[in-house]
């Protein structure tokens, strides 16, 4: 299984490193719309569709990806759309885990796949035009995402259930604490404050996240670190919820060792599009 984790992790850097450091996003572009469709081919899996079925969900996800590329929008000011997917990300998060896993069947099949496309769509959107403004806020936005879950991680295997009685969401994720919670919070936090010095420092052509929210206040900084890497939980948990209700351990075997595309990318899906939101607020 570890060597199968290394080999997979190495063929992804060797693909995903050029295309995002190549100067024109196009090769990113390509490399993340690839992984999208396989996301939503998965998505089809874990819905009950068949091999057709989720290869149409791949299809139409491929057009609406390529059709937004076609159009511009990657170079466009998208304020609303943001603001609208940030919005719908927060509540639906909140209504799916308070209903739980028994809850999402009773939701109809075809808005559970039009939902899960169209927040795959939107995620692909948001990390494409990231890529258009520049690496260094590109950057910002998906090592959020891993610091919060490596913090995660070791707070909750250091002090999990140490200062609370109970898990985070234990009939979602049994292994999630609220204790690793914080944590992610915690090193998420040290991260921004971090960025935004180094952004200043090297005077970075491009600003990252970091420096646009700092420019407002620094207290708007930590507070939009806490409320993205709380919100990368929810995409995890939300993710989780979907799987045990399909009876999945992971979302497919694509990645070897790894699981699928959306057991690697659930946290970004809701982080992208409100880190986004935050972008354009503070613009």
């Given at each position: 299984m570890l060597k199968q984790r290394v080999?997979?992790?190495l063929v992804l850097l060797a693909i995903l490193l050029p295309a995002l450091f190549w100067p024109e996003p196009t090769p990113f572009v390509l490399v993340t719309l690839v992984l999208?469709?396989?996301?939503?081919?998965?998505?089809?899996?874990l819905n009950g569709l068949g091999q057709g079925g989720s290869l149409a969900a791949a299809a139409v996800c491929v057009v609406l990806c390529a059709g937004s590329w076609q159009l511009g929008l990657l170079a466009q000011r998208l304020p609303l759309l943001w603001a609208v997917a940030g919005g719908l990300w927060v509540l639906a998060g909140a209504?799916?885990?308070?209903?739980?896993?028994?809850?999402?069947?009773?939701?109809?099949?075809?808005?559970?796949?039009?939902?899960g496309?169209?927040?795959l769509w939107i995620a692909w959107l948001a990390v494409a035009q990231a890529k258009v403004i520049g690496v260094n806020f590109l950057l910002s936005l998906l090592v959020l995402v891993w610091v919060a879950d490596i913090f995660a991680y070791f707070a909750g295997r250091a002090f999990g259930l140490k200062f609370t009685k109970g898990k985070?969401?234990?009939?979602?994720?049994?292994?999630?604490?609220?204790?690793?919670?914080?944590?992610?919070?915690?090193?998420?936090v040290v991260l921004?404050?971090?960025?935004?010095?180094?952004?200043?420092a090297l005077q970075a052509r491009v600003p990252s996240l970091y420096s646009r929210l700092a420019s407002h206040g620094w207290w708007l900084l930590a507070l939009g670190a806490i409320f993205l890497a709380a919100m990368s939980v929810v995409g995890d948990l939300v993710e989780s919820l979907v799987k045990r209700s399909a009876g999945m351990k992971d979302s497919s075997g694509l990645l070897p060792g790894h699981g699928g595309v959306l057991d690697r990318v659930d946290a970004?899906?809701?982080?992208?599009?409100?880190?986004m939101m935050l972008a354009a607020s503070v613009s």
């Open positions: 080999i997979t992790a999208i469709a396989a996301g939503a081919w998965e998505w089809g899996r209504w799916l885990l308070r209903a739980g896993v028994a809850g999402w069947p009773h939701i109809p099949r075809p808005v559970r796949l039009a939902l496309v169209l927040a985070l969401a234990p009939s979602i994720s049994p292994g999630k604490s609220w204790e690793g919670v914080w944590g992610g919070m915690a090193g998420v921004a404050i971090a960025w935004a010095a180094a952004d200043g970004l899906l809701p982080t992208l599009p409100l880190a």
